[in-house]
């Protein structure tokens, strides 16, 4: 393959862009070679804190990978049917094959949006990046992450070969730049509560959240502001039939 020929031993930009519009393609062997690039030391310096860290994004047409602004995107409008779970987990486990270990140790924020399955990639982020102590999950105009499934893959220890291990341990930080639905800040709570009670992680300490919708139990979002230092929602007017003790709360939910 043409990118191992290449000797960039210092790169500050790298971008792949790859486009099948008939045949679908094994991207394993392109997803290696690229890896090299993109988790080569020392990273570029990062225009702001999110894309200093790990973006992992898959649709059922697209993988994007990055790790500091090195990008690879692959695009296939072939792969409605074959570019399924196994085959995603394969990609990002390539990706991640030979990315130096100093790059490894210095990611801390993961970034994952995907309107396909994704709790089932957070093992491989887990053995690669020791240091991940923040969590962004990022939708789209047509597409939101979901976030029972994250929240259920972190709230308790999970089976990684013949060890079981909670994954990311140094979490502190859930960032949810995406709607969420009222029901979700269950899930939410429950990460916060499980791992907190573990005493096997750090605890997560700041919950932000760009959008709420649905019918909010006050409760909750007492348990929420409890339970962290930092609980922040960036637009409460967004937030509909927030109710306690019959007051509609959605203009003052920022108290929280």
Known sequence: MLLDSIEAPSLSSFHVEERYKWNPEDC???CESAGR??????????RDEEQGGISIGFREWEINLSIAGRSLT????????????????AYLASFTKHLDERVCEE????TLWSDVEIDGY?????????????VVLKGAEHFEVDVAAVCGR??????????IVWLLPKLTKLTLEQNVKSGELDHILKLVESRKSAGETEIIKEITIARLSGSVRSSVLEKLRQSVEVFKVCHPMLCLNVKRNGLDLSVVLSEF
């Open 28 to 30: 394993t062997a392109l």
């Open 37 to 46: 690039y993109i988790g080569a030391f020392p990273l570029p310096k990062p």
């Open 74 to 89: 692959v695009w296939n409008s072939t792969w409605t049917s074959e570019n399924g779970p196994e085959e995603r987990i």
């Open 107 to 110: 990611v801390k924020v993961l």
């Open 122 to 134: 957070l093992g491989i982020i887990h053995a690669r990046f020791p240091f991940i102590d923040e």
């Open 154 to 163: 972190l709230r308790s220890p999970s089976q990684l070969g013949s060890a």
